[in-house]
Every structure is written in structure tokens, then in C-alpha cells.
T-cell receptor, first 109, second 117 residues
Framework: GQNIDQPTEMTATEGAIVQINCSYQTSGFNGQFWYQQHAGEAPTFLSYNVLDGLEEKGRFSSFLSRSKGYSYLLLKELQMKDSASYLCAVTDSNYQLIWGAGTKLIIKP | GAVVSQHPSWVICKSGTSVKIECRSLDFQATTMFWYRQFPKQSLMLMATSNEGSKATYEQGVEKDKFLINHASLTLSTLTVTSAHPEDSSFYIC?????????????FGPGTRLTVT
């Protein structure tokens, strides 16, 4: 079966750095996404990785290792507004998007 | 950037009635649209995938006769919840993809919160 694992909840301090991990097992691979979702709102796109390596975009960076079936989202200089759920998703060989359950990130002052 | 709108943003209806939710891609042609449902504190659950001009493909466990999807044009898809019941109360989100060469990113609408009383 297809499966995406990510921690249910994480807590971090304002100004710090946090890494949210995602492991996946899918039938084929055509890209990996990270989305941010604030409570009561639709997800918003953060990153897309299809090649191995680190992609940096401002305070957020995303890493992918296809051989290990692993990705992480790195958030730097955390702000209170970063409190949200972070969803890992992978596109399989049929270009269907498989979603993780999301990681709820709690930022404390 | 790519913008997707949904209407209405929230709706309250009585049990047994039908509700139609519209999803529009405002500045691009959406070859594929997706409908998701999200219950509180749970992840997105894909309900169906629709391509313009063809019948929607429903996920296992989703009743196609209850959740009618129409993708009549490259900018509009509608989801009709027929004979709604309280257990259908949920956050319904659509997304659209243009199948660009560089990414299969999905652009999400703001969601529609449905409450069935």
C-alpha cells in the first residue's frame, strides 16, 4: 500500500529552527510537496521537490532523498504565525497525490 | 499566480436538501480538478478527480450518486451534495491543476464549510 509518515505534532520556540520529517512509500514517484494549512483554511503551497537535494526559499527549506523515500521541511527564525499544520504529499506513478496526515506545529513565545 | 475560488465559503442547509459548491480557476485553464473533504483535526481526504468534459473518478467509499461532480469547462467544476445529512457536515476543498511541464502543483480554493442541520 501507499503510505506517508510524519509526526503528529511538534512544539518549537519562537525564533528557533524546526525540522519536520516525512517518510513515504508509494508506487512510483513523480514529485513531493509540502503544504501549510492554518486552522479552518485551505492548504497553501510551500515547496515542490522532484530531484534530490535541498531547496531553500526564504525561511523555509525542503530536502528530498528519493533513494531513502524521505523528505524534510526546515523552518528557520520561527514566528508565531508559523503555527499551522504542515502536510507532506507525494505524487505517485499515476500522478495521484498521496497525502500525509499532517504535522501540527505549535510555536511558543 | 494561479487563483482558485470557491463559492459559497460557508453554507448551512437542512437535512434532506441539496447543496451545490462551485470551484473556479480564475486565471488559468484547469485540465484537472480535485475535490477534497476534511473533517476537523483530520487530513485531506480526496473524494474525486475530474477532467474537463469527462466523468469524474471517485475514490473508494465515496458515493458518486450522492456527490455529483460536473466539470463542464476548463475553469469551472461543481460539487453537489444531494440529500445532505448531518454526517456530511465538513470542510470541502477543491483544487485545480494545469498539468504544467514543470510541476503538477495543485492550486487550492479557500474551501467551503458545510453544516447540515
Amino acid at each position: 500500500g501507499q503510505n506517508i509518515d510524519q509526526p503528529t505534532e511538534m512544539t518549537a520556540t519562537e525564533g528557533a529552527i524546526v525540522q519536520i520529517n516525512c517518510s513515504y512509500q508509494t508506487s512510483g514517484f513523480n514529485g513531493q510537496f509540502w503544504y501549510q494549512q492554518h486552522a479552518g483554511e485551505a492548504p497553501t503551497f510551500l515547496s515542490y521537490n522532484v530531484l534530490d537535494g535541498l531547496e531553500e526559499k526564504g525561511r523555509f527549506s525542503s530536502f528530498l532523498s528519493r533513494s531513502k523515500g524521505y523528505s524534510y521541511l526546515l523552518l528557520k527564525e520561527l514566528q508565531m504565525k508559523d503555527s499551522a499544520s504542515y502536510l507532506c504529499a507525494v505524487t505517485d506513478s499515476n500522478y495521484q497525490l498521496i497525502w500525509g496526515a499532517g504535522t501540527k506545529l505549535i510555536i511558543k513565545p | 499566480g494561479a487563483v482558485v475560488s470557491q463559492h459559497p465559503s460557508w453554507v448551512i442547509c437542512k437535512s434532506g436538501t441539496s447543496v451545490k459548491i462551485e470551484c473556479r480557476s480564475l486565471d488559468f485553464q484547469a485540465t484537472t480538478m480535485f475535490w477534497y473533504r476534511q473533517f476537523p483535526k483530520q487530513s485531506l481526504m480526496l473524494m474525486a478527480t475530474s477532467n474537463e468534459g469527462s466523468k469524474a473518478t471517485y475514490e473508494q467509499g465515496v458515493e458518486k450518486d450522492k456527490f455529483l461532480i460536473n466539470h463542464a469547462s476548463l475553469t469551472l467544476s461543481t460539487l453537489t451534495v444531494t440529500s445532505a445529512h448531518p454526517e456530511d457536515s465538513s470542510f470541502y476543498i477543491c483544487s485545480a491543476s494545469s498539468d504544467s511541464a514543470s510541476s503538477y502543483e495543485q492550486y487550492f480554493g479557500p474551501g467551503t464549510r458545510l453544516t447540515v442541520t
